[in-house]
Nanobody
Framework: QVQVVESGGGLVQPGGSLRLSCAAS????????MVWYRQAPGKPRELVAT???????NYADSVKGRFTISRDNAKNTVYLQMNSLKPEDTAVYYC????????????WGQGTQVTVSS
């Protein structure tokens, strides 16, 4: 079994910064892709940023130049540094981890709320 836990959300003013963390734990043989998604009220879940096991990254156009995804493979942890935050970044942010226990599966965290407001 794999547990995925996000942390670091909160309330921040427009223009501010937050750093989200997502740690995977359990009987993990190997982790491949790690992905951040977000879901705002009344909207579908959208992909924010991805990072492969080799460190290749990809971002949604709406966050390019403002958000940075990174990972620490030794800690099975992925981070999302969010700068120049805007009210439209307000959402619940979810972490998705592709991991092998016995087979390759996706695992989700419970989400962390990010609110950007003055």
């Amino acid at each position: 079994q794999v547990q995925v836990v996000e942390s670091g959300g909160g309330l921040v003013q427009p223009g501010g910064s937050l750093r989200l963390s997502c740690a995977a734990s359990g009987s993990i043989f190997r982790i491949y892709g790690m992905v951040w998604y977000r879901q705002a009220p009344g909207k579908p879940r959208e992909l924010v940023a991805t990072i492969t096991s080799g460190g290749s990254t990809n971002y949604a156009d709406s966050v390019k130049g403002r958000f940075t995804i990174s990972r620490d493979n030794a800690k099975n942890t992925v981070y999302l540094q969010m700068n120049s935050l805007k009210p439209e970044d307000t959402a619940v942010y979810y972490c998705n981890v592709e991991a092998i226990v016995t087979t390759l599966l996706d695992y989700w965290g419970q989400g962390t709320q990010v609110t950007v407001s003055s």
